[in-house]
């Protein structure tokens, strides 16, 4: 008889896939320098789009990869399963979030604030919207797991084709800093690496997105462990992402005004107090303000991480270094919920590892505040 995986093997599965598939992000990066965001935002919808329909219909038995542990011992994976998760993840969480970066950094021009908050709130509500309609189809409309997936599958396939007429590749505006400088220090991805600002802002971005990795995952046991029951979980996963929403369209008007990396200290700064506050909290307003704290700071930092690479580094090599920089956003995402998990196991208590946490967020909130970032001055003033 034919075993099913159970949930800790799907999520070990999972964790493997997610850590092999951030080793898209740099080969799509230069790809999108090489041949344009245009073609390769078609290519990877195409073939997102084919593993996701591939991926409904897979079935169980085929060749076995290796034991993964579970509840009643070492159950083997089939690879041909691993493979298509290996390239939802590659190409969606890694390689399509390089391009869309790509495209607007590279289509937002000199002023980038406004162009990316707004951006920012579209992806936000993409998602919401799409949560949404993937949540009516199981609850309403009686809808299997394979037929969600085959939608969703051919309707990203229709979409790489639609890219393909539609999309056009931006070009850089006459006089904009950096748009004729490509074999200047600045502009290519080891040029980048070697300035601090790169560093700063790529771990800056990949520690938050760690942190809400782990905190979203284990939301409701945090709450619990606070004395909260499931209704304030709800009502937490509610509103959180709707004050996300206003965030990133008051961080993309912030950043016409003050420099990216005061953008980003501020963020940071607002995760380490919410995050220091937590373990204290009592009441439900104090709970909720825990929340926005944590939905204001995603905001503001998705903003300055966003915008940061074209005004610091120029078009020319935009779709590398911002590939090298999601690739470390990826990997500390997948390590998140391990992070939050081992901190429980360790002290009995998720309080100590919170906190550990809040010093990690504030000190590299300093270290943003102080950084030199690379034509960094208000975009509206330039």
Request: proline fraction near 5%; include cysteine.
């Amino acid at each position: 008889m034919q075993k099913k995986l159970t949930g800790v093997a799907f999520a070990a599965l999972n964790f493997w896939a997610t850590l092999a598939g951030a080793a898209f992000c740099l080969p799509v990066g230069w790809a999108i320098d090489r041949f344009g965001a245009r073609v390769v935002l078609s290519a990877v919808l195409l073939a997102l789009g084919a593993a996701v329909v591939a991926l409904s219909g897979v079935a169980p038995g085929g060749k076995e990869l290796a034991p993964w542990g579970t509840e009643g011992g070492a159950l083997p994976v089939p690879l041909h399963l691993f493979a298509l998760v290996l390239l939802t993840r590659g190409l969606g969480q890694s390689a399509l979030s390089v391009v869309s970066l790509a495209l607007v950094g590279k289509a937002a021009g000199n002023k980038p604030g406004a162009v990316i908050g707004a951006y920012s709130f579209l992806v936000a509500v993409g998602f919401m919207a799409a949560f949404g309609a993937v949540k009516r189809a199981f609850e309403s409309g009686g809808a299997h797991w394979r037929d969600v997936w085959a939608a969703m599958g051919w309707a990203l396939v229709a979409f790489g084709a639609l890219a393909l007429v539609f999309v056009r590749n931006p070009t850089p505006a006459a006089g904009e800093p950096n748009a004729h400088r490509a074999d200047e220090r600045g502009d290519t991805l080891l040029a980048a690496l070697r300035t601090p600002a790169f560093w700063v802002f790529a771990l800056g971005t990949s520690f938050y997105g760690m942190v809400a990795a782990g905190t979203s995952l284990f939301n409701q046991s945090l709450l619990a462990e606070r004395g909260f029951e499931r209704s304030v979980f709800l009502t937490v996963t509610t509103v959180a992402p709707l004050i996300g929403l206003a965030a990133n369209l008051c961080a993309g008007w912030l950043a016409t005004k003050v420099r990216l990396n005061a953008v980003l200290a501020g963020a940071l700064a607002l995760q380490a107090a919410a995050l220091a506050c937590f373990p204290f909290v009592e009441s439900r307003a104090q709970v909720y303000g825990y929340a926005a704290a944590m939905g204001v700071s995603g905001g503001a930092l998705t903003v300055a991480f966003f915008a940061v690479w074209r005004q610091a580094f120029g078009p020319a090599h935009l779709g590398s270094i911002q590939g090298a920089a999601q690739l470390l956003t990826v990997l500390a995402s997948a390590a998140g919920p391990l992070v939050l998990a081992a901190g429980h196991r360790a002290a009995g208590s998720y309080a100590p590892v919170v906190q550990q946490l809040a010093i990690a967020a504030a000190l590299l909130a300093a270290v943003a505040w102080f950084v030199p970032v690379p034509n960094s001055a208000p975009t509206e003033r330039e």
